[in-house]
């Protein structure tokens, strides 16, 4: 089992949509989850850390389910330039490193 | 301004030439890593770095090579480059503690002919 795994996408929603993500992971000893956003070719940004209890920035909420190994990004009012790849990441095992999911592309319609 | 600097942006060379891509950070942070990111395989972790002196390999470490003397850069070099690893690259980093907000390059794109 891969270590962080997404759903690639794409997803196509049009402007004022709803969109949700989820993003499994393997290892139970996790600590740090994030959502990072990557436009095309470009460096990725972070666009929220997860906390336990959830938390909301904006029109996105981040929620994280220990028991089921999985986090969730919750795109509200979805506007064109939310078009973007949205990557899932993970703590490794060492704790050390990093675990990128493949990402999710979205695209938003007008 | 907070920023982490990579160079070259773009690299066309020829197989087995020596090459180093540069990387520096003005945050003081501990935490420096390089990634490869290929269509479908997304973000792979190269090497990672926790402090001076203090390196370990990632994910896809084979054919890599890194240093970290200073604090703030942390190059990447292929030794004797090859065409599969013709991809985009990026170096980050981020203070250690709790993994905070990693901090990336602009990215090197690189071909190896």
């Known amino acids: 089992r891969k270590e962080v795994e997404q759903d690639p996408g794409p997803f196509n929603v049009p402007e004022g949509a709803t969109v949700a993500f989820n993003c499994t992971y393997s290892?139970?000893?996790?600590?740090?989850f994030f959502w990072y956003r990557q436009d095309c070719r470009k460096e990725p940004k972070l666009l929220m850390s997860v906390y336990s209890s959830g938390n909301e920035d904006g029109r996105f909420t981040a929620q994280l389910n220990r028991a089921s190994q999985y986090i969730s990004l919750l795109i509200r009012d979805s506007k064109l330039s939310d078009s973007a790849t949205y990557l899932c990441v993970v703590n490794s095992n060492s704790g050390y490193a990093l675990n990128f999911g493949k990402g999710t592309s979205l695209l938003v319609t007008p | 301004e907070a920023q982490v600097t990579q160079n070259p942006r773009y690299l066309i060379t020829v197989t087995g030439k020596k090459l180093t891509v540069t990387c520096s950070q003005n945050m003081n942070h501990e935490y420096m890593s390089w990634y490869r990111q290929d269509p479908g395989l997304g973000l792979r972790q190269i090497y990672y770095s926790m402090n001076v002196e203090v390196t370990d390999k990632g994910d896809v470490p084979e054919g890599y090579k890194v240093s970290r003397k200073e604090k703030r850069n942390f190059p990447l070099i292929l030794e004797s480059p090859s065409p599969n690893q013709t991809s985009l690259y990026f170096c980050a980093s981020s203070r250690v503690i709790h993994h905070e907000k990693l901090f990336f390059g602009s990215g090197t794109q690189l071909s190896v002919l």
């Open positions: 290892n139970s000893a996790s600590q740090s």
